[in-house]
């Protein structure tokens, strides 16, 4: 059973950078059949799709964060990456890594609460 | 890119069926059939009960059902059951491998 789990720091200062891994176990990253992705929800709010990446490395991004956002893969270790720079109180939020197959995000992790603050 | 409008709640009592709608515009909703829809429980990750529109995975009742007209899309829940009030969301394609979500729907069973 594929399982992805979320780890990185649960608090960053404002004007820092988030970075937070997601390791996948039960099966391999470099599948030519998936995307892999971040999504993230502030506390009582949606869903917001951050980026996703390919396992030979091409990424896309929000539009809206593109700016800020870095994706990267680490296929020996079977991870993959986010990087959100500049962080301020409105990227608080649970950040959930995900597996994207076809047009569906069919796999998620538990998700792991990121907090900025000072 | 700015999220699809879904109704902020709906509400049904045991047995009934309800109908979530989910609007966005031709550059996403009604330009791919590549809408997906997702059941949150409260402190749970998202799961994922619609694909391509109306394709249900393997697992997912038969009680859940989607389709798409135009720039809306619908799910559709019938003989509702307590384990199904939870928050519902869209998800659609919305061109260069950029997705876009809804705004959310919570479903209350009476």
């Known amino acids: 059973q594929l399982q992805l789990q979320e780890s990185g720091p649960g608090l960053v200062k404002p004007s820092e950078t988030l970075s937070l891994t997601c390791t996948v176990s039960?099966?391999?990253?470099?599948?030519?059949?998936?995307?892999w992705g971040w999504i993230r929800q502030p506390p009582g709010k949606g869903l917001a799709w951050i980026g996703s990446?390919?396992?030979?490395?091409?990424?896309y991004h929000n539009p809206s964060l593109k700016s800020r956002v870095t994706v990267s893969i680490d296929r020996s270790n079977n991870q993959f990456s986010l990087k959100l720079s500049s962080v301020t109180a409105a990227d608080t939020a649970v950040y959930y890594c995900?597996?994207?197959?076809?047009?569906?995000?069919?796999?998620w992790g538990q998700g792991t609460l990121v907090t900025v603050s000072s | 890119q700015s999220a699809l409008t879904q109704p902020r709640s709906v509400s049904g009592s045991p047995g009934q069926s309800v109908t979530i709608s989910c609007t966005g515009t031709s550059s996403d909703v009604g330009g791919y059939n590549y809408v997906s829809w997702y059941q949150q429980h409260p402190g749970k990750a998202p799961k994922l009960m619609i694909y391509?529109?109306?394709e249900r995975p393997s697992g997912v009742p038969d009680r859940f059902s989607a389709s798409k007209s135009g720039n809306t899309a619908s799910l559709s829940i019938s003989g509702l059951q307590a384990e199904d009030e939870a928050d519902y969301y869209c998800c659609s394609y919305a061109g260069t491998y950029t997705y876009v979500f809804g705004t959310g729907t919570k479903v209350t069973v009476l």
């Open positions: 391509d529109v109306g």
């Open positions: 039960g099966g391999t990253i470099s599948s030519s059949s998936y995307y």
């Open positions: 990446i390919y396992y030979g490395g091409s990424t």
């Open positions: 995900a597996r994207r197959m076809g047009s569906s995000w069919d796999y």
